[in-house]
């Protein structure tokens, strides 16, 4: 999927936490958060708390939508908040779709 396309898929599906999210979907998003927030901060701090809030939930239905298409519950976003659980979030996030590892075995 695109840059583009998946952002804007992403911000479409802003609060939708069913269905699907292929992994170039997440990770485009991811890098155009990231890169946005890294821009903003160094612009001004108020700007990149208005970046930060406006893209939360869009990350939050991204990441539970990814999650979903590794049969995982979106629930598993939680453990970003537990001491080296972000390394597991992330191992989870990079897996390729379920479907994908069923027909290869």
């Known amino acids: 999927m695109p840059v583009v396309d998946a952002i804007k898929s992403c911000f479409a599906k ?12 997440y990770w485009w998003f991811f890098l155009a958060v990231l ?7 160094i612009i001004a701090i108020k ?13 939050l239905a991204v990441g539970t939508r990814r999650l979903h298409d ?3 519950s979106g629930w598993w976003q939680l453990l970003a908040l ?7 979030l992330l191992l989870f996030l ?9 027909a290869a075995a």
Do not use: H, W
Not at 82 to 88: E, I, K, L, Q, W
Not at 94 to 102: E, G, R, V
């Open 47 to 59: 700007l990149y708390v208005l970046i930060s809030l406006v893209t939360l939930l869009p990350m």
């Open 35 to 41: 890169l946005a927030s890294a821009i903003a901060s």
């Open 70 to 72: 590794v049969n995982k």
């Open 82 to 88: 537990v001491p080296f659980g972000v390394f597991v």
């Open 14 to 25: 802003y609060a939708d936490f069913n269905g699907r999210a292929a992994r170039s979907e």
């Open 94 to 102: 990079a897996q390729p779709t379920a479907a994908q590892k069923s």
